[in-house]
């Protein structure tokens, strides 16, 4: 079950629950605390099994015309096994339904790491195409990739 949540208190504890079990790709207590605090500022979307958060994804607007994964996380048990894509399916029907024309998600480079190879081949089976790398935006050691997709 996908669902939107709206209160800013109940998008903390879910983040902060996913993201606590990713430490692969949010091990940097200060950038996680980031997500949480910011996640629960925007539209955002959880996924559930038998009753339990285990996944969300949240947007953000960085145009009028594009809307922006901010984060997506799927706790480990449960990766691989369609959630993160049906949670993405749900976020790009609110997009389409806000009458953005464009995606786009932020990532490091592939061939970087391989935790981050996965979420991009993952992107990638989305539809996602490589728009852009910027060497040093965040630093040295991770390249930011910007993928994109057009909503049709």
Known sequence: MIK?????????????????????WFGIPEYTENYIIQSSLMPFFA???????????????????????????????????????????????????KKYKLMQVKTVQFGKYDNYDKTNLFYRSLGFYELEVFPTLWDEWNPCLILVKAIK
């Open 47 to 97: 996924a559930y099994e038998n009753e339990e958060p285990i996944g969300f994804i949240s947007l953000k607007e960085t145009s009028p015309d594009t809307a922006e994964i901010y984060c997506m996380g799927i706790m480990k048990n449960f990766q691989r096994k369609n959630y993160g894509k049906k949670l993405f399916c749900f976020f790009e029907q609110y997009a389409k339904s």
């Open 4 to 24: 939107e949540i709206f209160d800013e208190d109940e998008k903390k504890i879910i983040s902060k629950k996913v993201l606590d079990d990713l430490p692969e």
